[in-house]
């Protein structure tokens, strides 16, 4: 084994499992397509690690990603600070 080999054995999901996995557990629109223009053009997406050419996300930094994206439970809309 290596010293320096990073073993982490976090489940990595391909980019349609990834979209799916959001949408199912968190009832966030996502699409396969709307993850690779992030990962192109955007800071503002999910981590991921590259398999030659092939994105892999962690399921944790799906969730992060996920509970970012929803704001905090509020009881009137009078209570949703406006960013402008």
């Known amino acids: 084994m290596k010293e320096n080999a990073e ?3 976090e ?3 391909r980019r349609a499992q990834a979209a799916k996995y959001v949408v199912e557990t ?3 629109p996502c699409s396969p397509k709307t993850l690779a223009k992030l990962a ?5 997406g999910p981590p ?5 050419r092939f994105p892999l996300y962690p ?4 969730d992060a990603w996920a509970q970012k ?3 905090p439970l509020v009881r009137s809309t009078s ?6």
């Open 11 to 13: 489940r990595l999901l």
């Open 48 to 52: 991921f690690r590259l398999a030659g």
């Open 7 to 9: 073993i982490n054995p």
């Open 59 to 62: 399921v944790s930094g799906l």
């Open 69 to 71: 994206k929803i704001g």
């Open 40 to 44: 192109c053009v955007s800071s503002e």
């Open 79 to 84: 209570e949703v600070r406006r960013v402008a």
């Open 26 to 28: 968190y009832n966030v």
